[in-house]
């Protein structure tokens, strides 16, 4: 039996891409977004948009849209880059991806956690560019905190969501060719969102609150 599923940030790139692949086996798909892709329409996913998970009011858009549907798995997927330097600094534009990359992960999981339930699972989209020990370029300041900090409230949700029996997934997709990387990436978004809905199939209680590359492997803090 399909499962439930909704999922931020799904009008295009690797959110699209699991949109389109869970709706292709056979699962409920949930999208949103601020403003829906032609892609997006075209899924078969249902879609919810005027989402934008940075303020409250969008939030609340998705949660009076969902009622009391209930919620098998929850994929925070949407996600800002910005690309400040120590010659080149935007304070603004790093709150934004705190706002956007941190705080909307969690303002969306706390305001679905009525609609979920024992079993039910929750995928965080973060970056191996949070992780301290593998950052040997720089740069980057917003993006590498805001990530770095959802890390951290990933492992406090996996802990604090236990006791729920609720799963969390702490998942960098690999480097993959979207807009954001301006399609350098080694990967297509649909190999990334196989990947992604591979490790979220093998989650469970035992293994929440890791940190992981799309392809298995667990990455240092």
């Not at 940030?9 to 949109?19: E, P, S, T």
């Not at 699972?121 to 301290?132: A, C, E, F, N, P």
Request: charged share 15%; aromatic share 4%.
């Amino acid at each position: 039996m399909g499962q439930t599923i909704v999922i931020t940030g799904a009008n295009r790139g690797i959110g699209l891409a699991m949109a389109q692949a869970w709706c292709a086996r056979g699962d409920t798909v949930i999208a949103t977004c601020r403003q829906p892709s032609a892609a997006l329409l075209e899924s078969g996913a249902k879609v919810i948009d005027g989402v934008d998970v940075s303020t409250a009011d969008g939030v609340m858009n998705l949660q009076n849209a969902l009622g009391e549907t209930p919620v098998d798995m929850l994929y925070n997927n949407a996600g800002i880059m910005c690309s400040e330097t120590v010659d080149a600094m935007d304070f603004d534009a790093m709150r934004d991806q705190f706002e956007v990359n941190t705080l909307g992960p969690l303002r969306v999981t706390l305001a679905l956690l009525a609609n979920m339930h024992a079993g039910s699972k929750v995928g965080l989209m973060t970056s191996r560019m949070g992780s301290m020990a593998d950052n040997t370029s720089g740069a980057k300041y917003g993006y590498r905190a805001s990530k770095a900090a959802l890390n951290a409230v990933g492992k406090s949700l996996a802990v604090d969501l236990a006791a729920r029996s609720i799963a969390v997934a702490i998942l960098h997709p690999g480097w993959v060719q979207t807009d954001m990387t301006r399609q350098s990436g080694n990967l297509t978004a649909e190999e990334a969102a196989s990947d992604l809905i591979a490790r979220m199939d093998d989650l469970t209680l035992e293994n929440s609150g890791t940190f992981w590359h799309s392809d298995g492997s667990v990455l240092p803090w």
